[in-house]
């Protein structure tokens, strides 16, 4: 786990990132001086051991923030064992769509022998290779396997319901599964951004969740980055740690392309070829995979100049 207060033109913003097995030790981090009322407050509402129930109206909505997970322990056997309801609702995001994924390409250059080219050989002529001292190259596209960085938004503002948290991680899942399937490797981060109702001061919590020739594991991937449970307990804990009083509400989640270019500068975010916004309806999640698909095969094609090349 790496935390840094990264400073940037009219502010600065602090980058906390992890590795997904470090997402249960955000639990461990004490807030600063500034914030052990709101967290005893927070303890307080999840029932964790040393701490009471809260009374600020939480256990009213305990459902909509949390689902059907009543506390801080019961969250953490979730990330530990899974939630198999969660992958299986994310992966059938794909059904349908392997058809319209292209293969990754790439133009290689290919060396022929013959008796015409572009550099002649003498050493070949000695050999008595006539019909074959002349050297040439040619561009073939070959089937190739890129590593795509994916970056996929991390949560919402208070307004938003369990369910809701629940589109945007589904709709990695199932683009890491489907490009995956059509023969790229994929690397996935799930990053929250919270500007703190300001323009110099913010936060980021990046999880790196999947390495490149990592088997996806969607039970064990949607009990980090699609359990609303996951977010409203580890990422609040994390900020109470941060630098900075944390205001009422704590603070607002915004879009994560606002904030990501800060840890990218600082060199703490690989820069992405795919980012997925904010999803909080099965829609949405559906148009950033097609959205994120048909910028692939933009890309593809952009990058391969098909004059003169031979396909094999």
């Not at 992890?18 to 927070?42: F, G, R, W």
């Not at 509400?249 to 990501?260: A, P, S």
């Given at each position: 786990m790496q935390m840094e207060k990264v400073q940037r033109h009219g502010g600065s913003t602090w980058v906390c990132t992890?590795?997904?097995?470090?997402?249960?030790?955000?639990?461990?981090?004490?807030?600063?001086?500034?914030?052990?009322?709101?967290?005893?407050?927070?303890m307080g509402r999840y029932g964790a051991e040393g701490h009471q129930d809260g009374n600020d109206g939480f256990l009213d909505k305990r459902a909509f923030y949390l689902g059907d997970l009543p506390n801080l322990e019961a969250v953490r056997e979730r990330f530990d064992t899974g939630?198999?309801?969660?992958?299986?609702?994310?992966?059938?995001?794909?059904?349908?769509?392997?058809?319209?994924?292209?293969?990754?390409?790439?133009?290689?250059?290919?060396?022929?022998?013959?008796?015409?080219?572009?550099?002649f050989d003498r050493?070949?002529?000695?050999?008595?290779?006539?019909?074959?001292?002349?050297?040439?190259?040619?561009?073939?596209?070959?089937?190739?396997?890129?590593?795509?960085?994916?970056?996929?938004?991390?949560?919402?503002?208070?307004?938003?319901?369990?369910?809701?948290?629940?589109?945007?991680?589904?709709?990695a899942i199932a683009l890491v599964r489907l490009l995956e399937t059509a023969g790229y490797q994929t690397t996935l981060t799930s990053v929250c951004t919270n500007d703190l109702h300001s323009s110099d001061k913010g936060l980021i919590v990046a999880c790196r969740v999947k390495q490149a020739g990592e088997y996806l594991r969607p039970d064990a991937v949607a009990s980090t980055i699609c359990l609303g449970a996951t977010?409203?307990?580890?990422?609040?804990?994390?900020?109470?740690?941060?630098?900075?009083?944390?205001?009422?509400?704590?603070?607002?989640?915004?879009?994560?392309?606002?904030?990501?270019?800060?840890?990218?500068?600082?060199?703490?975010?690989?820069?992405?070829?795919?980012?997925?916004?904010?999803?909080?309806?099965?829609?949405?999640?559906?148009?950033?995979v097609n959205n994120a698909l048909a910028e692939l095969q933009a890309a593809n094609l952009a990058a391969i100049d098909m004059r003169g090349v031979t396909t094999t």
């Open positions: 992890m590795d997904v097995h470090e997402v249960p030790d955000l639990a461990k981090l004490q807030p600063n001086k500034y914030n052990t009322d709101k967290y005893a407050l927070l939630w198999k309801e969660g992958g299986e609702r994310a992966t059938k995001l794909a059904d349908g769509l392997i058809d319209i994924v292209s293969q990754p390409k790439s133009i290689r250059r290919r060396i022929r022998w013959g008796d015409d080219g572009d550099e050493e070949r002529l000695i050999d008595g290779h006539l019909d074959s001292a002349w050297r040439s190259t040619h561009r073939q596209l070959a089937v190739a396997t890129p590593i795509i960085n994916i970056v996929t938004a991390w949560g919402g503002n208070s307004n938003r319901s369990h369910n809701e948290l629940f589109w945007s991680g589904a709709a977010y409203r307990t580890y990422l609040f804990l994390a900020w109470l740690a941060g630098p900075w009083k944390m205001p009422s509400g704590l603070g607002h989640h915004c879009e994560v392309d606002r904030l990501l270019p800060h840890a990218i500068d600082a060199g703490m975010i690989q820069a992405p070829q795919i980012v997925i916004p904010n999803c909080f309806d099965e829609m949405s999640a559906k148009n950033a």
